[in-house]
């Protein structure tokens, strides 16, 4: 009996056993890589009190590798599941690891450095980490470096639990080469120079997510002034003086006047312990947020004296924005990022209101609708169209996400909503919901949730359609007799969706002596509007005047007959509407041809006077005349003698700088390329425009495309004096080499990652490499670019993948180029619909250049 009765036990004890290992198993996160939200979850509900000790030690040599150590302290509310902590490089670079003081054997799979439940306890735990930092994110130069750790690029630097819930304070330390100077999250404590060598060590820094952790060091000069009682300090590497000169007091004022606006709509102090920011050449983006050392891309700062309005608009409103971030974004930060077009939406939407008041003579309601609405119609009409909200589930694709839809179709919603709510309840909404959530985490469901309490409008329905489809209406009128005063305004999805974009706009009617304007409360699909009694008497209806709307409106017949009367309206936001219009127009239902439009935005050149607009003509003329019209239907001749003619009459000196540009974007006959060859050899502008040494450089860039002179480059290379702009252009040399093979070269350097570290230099060589003048020769490079996608969203910042696809693509509109794209994506069944979206939102105008050309040639 004893013998059967052992075999039971150890039946019953194994099948027990087994069962409990099962459902341990089930219970285990899995390892995986990047940081799935179920990982994310998990550790937000057991990890608190988080805080970050990090030393880096940055040797000279840019080759040389960064030794670094770590401790993490946390408290552990449960010791149930091994601690995963993010890293994503080699093992070879952890060479110790300690946790609550002993040594711990090194467990790192799958991005993730394994902790095991028996090294941990529950309450305050150490875990104390010797490594190698990684470089992907370091942006390494031979003197200066920076951090960009957005959105999950922390894990690409030390190890960390890199996601936006689970904010932490950073003590950090740096010793870098004696000459350098650093500048951190927070305030520097002191520092100490040891030979070659100086140390840093800089205070504890606020409570940040660790996306928002940042430090850069390097050879950078410092400026510091005192306004409004507030300090900061500016790095920057800028040696032109005038540009200095011109530029410093403005950059202080307009963060000044920001910082002013914010604590007044907010009612929120500033929030953090400094405020400081950096100007970094080459950077990736306008700007990131991080606390207390804000990044800059250093061109967009510093303008000289001839800097057209534009660029001064785009300067303060990037200022804005990103001191914006510092409520919207980084005290009250994202729960998931899911939700990293709230930070943008409200930094944008700010930004807006306060280069209204920085900016004197700015129009804000011209700046808007010029900035946002072609932005966010350049995706909202394609086949990739993503909605503002979209789902994640592992950081590691929260790159993709990003997009002109956040940035530019997001603030045309918010001031739908504010238009909706009424400006005064929608700003105590936000003041209640940055209280609510100050120095912690919130989700865009959570804002809805009060500001619906506040509106007797449904909310969630508005929110649903809004900010939760992709997509835009397209709006029809009808007149339906002569005698009827009635006009009917009906929206429809272009997809055939049954669903309602409630908003309000207006319509203008225009007299021959006089104007009017009705606004049009668009909540259902179908909407009448009484017309006054002279209604017969209208030369035409201008549909969206205001530019508060959003969608594809439509072009009264009227005005196609005689377009020229849209230049005789006063305001310049209802003549931007209407070109805005006449475009999508152009784009959606050929009711005007490319040819008829170029010809009537060309004629409007010499009578528009608005700055802004003659921006927005000339960008849409240029890509009317590059991607619409066929190369044998192109009268060069005829735009060239219409620009200079348009520049000499402009008696604007930023209007004149503007229409030269476009002159320089088109030219093509050869009396153009000699006179603009001339211009660049004796450097002497056409009278009251003023060129900068990068003016220069783009006008050798130009010229250099047309195959004009040989050794322009090399001339200009010599002329410039600023180091890091040198080398810009000495990177992008080989990509308009008038020799193809030195072009095959440079492009198969790219496929190297390293090789593409410079992202904005990047770009800038491919809008060459693929010039509508060099396509025959670079098509050959398309597969390549797009079998190269993937990777270039592992290894390239969040704008890069879709930059990368945008200077590729934007030139062609061949049948071969479309079939490219068509067989890369249907050979490939399963991949990454995000990066789908990117192909499709890139080659949406190759898609309809190819109907639109082929259409013209029939003609």
Not at 140 to 147: E, I, K, S
Not at 802 to 820: G, H, K, N, P, V
């Given at each position: 009996?004893?013998?059967?009765?052992?075999?039971?036990?150890?039946?019953?004890?194994?099948?027990?056993?087994?069962?409990?290992?099962?459902?341990?198993?089930?219970?285990?996160?899995?390892?995986?890589?990047?940081?799935?939200?179920?990982?994310?979850?998990?550790?937000?509900?057991?990890?608190?009190?988080?805080?970050?000790?990090?030393?880096?030690?940055?040797p000279a040599s840019v080759n040389d590798p960064i030794e670094a150590s770590e401790v993490i302290s946390l408290h552990l509310k449960k010791n149930e599941q091994p601690l995963q902590i993010d890293f994503k490089e080699p093992t070879a670079q952890i060479s110790q690891l300690k946790v609550n003081g002993r040594d711990i054997e090194i467990d790192h799979r799958k991005e993730h450095l394994i902790i095991p439940i028996s090294a941990l306890k529950e309450g305050e735990n150490t875990i104390a980490i010797d490594f190698i930092a990684g470089d992907l994110s370091l942006n390494?130069?031979?003197?200066?470096?920076?951090?960009l750790l957005v959105p999950d690029r922390a894990r690409t630097v030390f190890p960390v639990f890199d996601q936006p819930n689970l904010k932490a304070t950073f003590d950090l330390t740096l010793t870098v080469p004696k000459d350098w100077q650093a500048l951190a999250n927070g305030a520097l404590k002191d520092s100490l120079t040891v030979g070659e060598q100086t140390t840093y060590h800089f205070e504890t820094s606020d409570k940040v997510s660790t996306y928002l952790f940042s430090f850069a060091a390097g050879k950078f000069e410092q400026v510091s002034k005192t306004i409004n009682g507030v300090s900061m300090n500016f790095f920057h590497r800028e040696t032109d003086e005038e540009k200095i000169r011109e530029s410093i007091e403005p950059i202080f004022q307009i963060h000044a006047d920001a910082l002013k606006f914010l604590e007044e709509y907010t009612q929120i102090p500033y929030p953090f312990q400094k405020f400081d920011f950096i100007a970094i050449p080459g950077f990736q983006y306008g700007g990131m947020e991080h606390v207390g050392a804000i990044d800059y891309k250093s061109s967009t700062l510093f303008l000289d004296e001839g800097a057209t309005k534009n660029q001064k608009i785009a300067r303060s409103s990037l200022i804005a924005h990103e001191t914006a971030h510092m409520w919207f974004g980084d005290l009250v930060t994202m729960e998931w990022f899911n939700d990293v077009w709230m930070k943008e939406v409200f930094a944008n939407f700010m930004a807006d209101k306060i280069t209204e008041i920085a900016l004197e003579g700015s129009n804000y309601d011209l700046k808007f609708l010029s900035s946002h609405f072609p932005a966010a119609y350049g995706v909202d009409r394609t086949r990739g169209?993503?909605?503002?909200?979209?789902?994640?589930?592992?950081?590691?694709?929260?790159?993709?996400?990003?997009?002109?839809?956040?940035?530019?179709?997001?603030?045309?919603?918010m001031r739908q909503l504010e238009s909706l709510m009424g400006e005064e309840l929608f700003r105590e909404g936000l003041r209640e919901y940055l209280k609510a959530y100050a120095y912690e985490n919130a989700t865009w469901p959570q804002l809805i949730d009060i500001l619906d309490n506040s509106t007797e409008f449904d909310l969630k329905a508005w929110n649903q359609v809004w900010v939760n489809e992709p997509g835009r209406a397209v709006f029809e009128y009808t007149m339906e007799a002569e005698d009827e005063k009635m006009i009917t305004i009906t929206q429809?999805?272009?997809?055939?969706?049954?669903?309602?974009?409630?908003?309000?706009?207006?319509l203008l009617l225009v007299y021959p002596d006089h104007s009017e304007v009705l606004t049009v409360n668009m909540d259902m699909a179908e909407v009448k509007i009484e017309l006054p009694d002279n209604f017969k008497l209208l030369d035409y209806i201008l549909f969206n005047s205001s530019g508060q709307g959003y969608g594809v409106f439509p072009l009264d017949s009227n005005m196609l007959?005689?377009?020229?009367?849209?230049?005789?309206?006063?305001?310049?936001?209802?003549?931007?509407?209407?070109?805005?219009?006449?475009?999508?127009?152009?784009?959606?239902?050929?009711?005007?041809?490319?040819?008829?439009?170029?010809?009537?935005?060309?004629?409007?050149?010499?009578?528009?006077?608005?700055?802004?607009?003659?921006?927005?003509?000339?960008?849409?003329?240029?890509?009317?005349?590059?991607?619409?019209?066929?190369?044998?239907?192109?009268?060069?001749?005829?735009?060239?003698?219409?620009?200079?003619?348009?520049?000499?009459?402009?008696?604007?000196?930023?209007?004149?700088?503007?229409?030269?540009?476009?002159?320089?974007d088109i030219a093509m006959s050869q009396e153009a390329r000699d006179r603009l060859y001339e211009i660049w050899k004796g450097q002497k502008p056409p009278e009251n425009v003023k060129l900068s040494e990068e003016d220069y450089t783009s006008l050798a860039l130009s010229l250099a495309v047309r195959d004009c002179r040989e050794g322009i480059l090399l001339s200009q290379l010599e002329r410039i004096e600023n180091p890091d702009r040198k080398k810009r252009l000495e990177f992008m040399m080989p990509a308009l080499s008038s020799d193809v093979a030195v072009r095959d070269a440079f492009f198969n350097s790219l496929k190297d990652p390293k090789n593409r570290q410079k992202e904005a230099w990047v770009g800038a060589a491919l809008h060459y490499l693929h010039h509508p003048l060099r396509k025959e020769s670079s098509e050959k490079y398309l597969k390549e670019s797009l079998e190269l996608l993937e990777e270039i969203q592992q290894t390239g910042d969040i704008?890069?993948?879709?930059?990368?696809?945008?200077?590729?693509?934007?030139?062609?509109?061949?049948?071969?180029?479309?079939?490219?794209?068509?067989?890369f994506l249907n050979e490939r069944p399963n991949y990454n619909p995000k990066l789908i979206d990117k192909i499709l939102q890139a080659t949406d105008d190759m898609y309809r250049a190819n109907e639109i050309v082929g259409a013209e040639v029939l003609r």
């Open positions: 009996m004893n013998r059967p009765f052992k075999s039971c036990c150890f039946i019953f004890l194994s099948f027990l056993f087994s069962c409990g290992l099962d459902s341990r198993e089930e219970n285990t996160l899995p390892i995986e890589t990047g940081v799935s939200r179920n990982l994310a979850d998990y550790r937000k509900k057991v990890i608190s009190n988080l805080n970050y000790q990090l030393r880096f030690s940055i390494r130069n031979d003197d200066y470096l920076y951090t169209a993503n909605p503002i909200r979209q789902e994640l589930t592992n950081l590691k694709d929260a790159g993709s996400l990003y997009g002109n839809i956040i940035y530019h179709k997001a603030p045309i919603m429809h999805d272009p997809g055939g969706k049954e669903r309602l974009w409630p908003q309000v706009f207006e007959v005689q377009p020229g009367k849209l230049y005789q309206l006063e305001d310049p936001v209802q003549r931007a509407a209407a070109y805005i219009n006449f475009y999508e127009t152009m784009l959606i239902d050929r009711h005007i041809a490319p040819n008829e439009l170029l010809i009537t935005f060309l004629k409007g050149l010499k009578q528009e006077p608005e700055e802004l607009n003659l921006n927005l003509m000339t960008s849409y003329l240029s890509e009317i005349y590059w991607k619409f019209i066929p190369e044998e239907k192109r009268n060069p001749r005829l735009l060239e003698e219409e620009i200079w003619e348009a520049m000499q009459q402009n008696p604007s000196a930023n209007s004149q700088k503007v229409l030269f540009k476009t002159y320089q704008f890069f993948p879709y930059r990368w696809l945008q200077a590729t693509f934007s030139a062609y509109s061949s049948d071969e180029a479309l079939q490219t794209v068509n067989n």
